[in-house]
């Protein structure tokens, strides 16, 4: 199973039967990446575009075995590793902070656009972006952000 995020510059390996292809697009960005050793790879030394890719995984015979998504992230080198959600969590704050500039009142990143808007819906757009941010980043790390509640009584026993 092809994991939600790969990181570029770290080699990843998905284990896969003989014959197993991995196709994959995002914006007319091709991958097609064939099992080698039990195992499609991405070389960390490959420079992958970051983005949200739409993929399949096909046998020998062409048939689909796997279908998803996963997200390519830029670089840890590249000096930006920010996901789109944390990118636009940070210029939400940069406006209620008042350090955005004219031309950051009105930003698009992604297919989401932060303009000026009352305190209050910045405030609630934050919150709802912070926490998708927060479950991405503990997707990338491999842990599960969901919290569980329990309640435990005793049962008298004669």
Do not use: C, H, W
Not at 24 to 40: F, H, M, S
Not at 47 to 56: P, S
Not at 104 to 124: F, H, K, T
């Amino acid at each position: 199973m092809v994991p939600k995020y790969i990181q570029t510059g770290v080699k990843t390996r998905i284990a896969a039967s003989d014959g197993y292809t991995l196709k994959a697009n995002y914006k007319g960005v091709a991958l097609e990446i064939e099992e080698a050793d039990g195992y499609i790879t991405f070389p960390a030394a490959t420079a992958y575009i970051a983005g949200l890719y739409r993929y399949v995984i096909v046998d020998e015979d062409d048939l689909v075995v796997e279908s998803g998504t996963f997200e390519i992230l830029p670089s840890l080198a590249s000096g930006d590793a920010r996901t789109a959600k944390q990118k636009i969590v940070d210029l939400i704050d940069d406006v209620i902070a008042g350090r955005a500039t004219q031309a950051q009142l009105s930003v698009a990143v992604g297919d989401m656009r932060v303009q000026y808007m009352p305190m209050d819906e910045l405030l609630s757009f934050r919150a709802y972006y912070a926490e998708l941010a927060e479950e991405e980043t503990a997707a990338i790390a491999g842990k599960n952000s969901n919290e569980y509640y329990a309640r435990f009584s005793t049962i008298a026993t004669d």
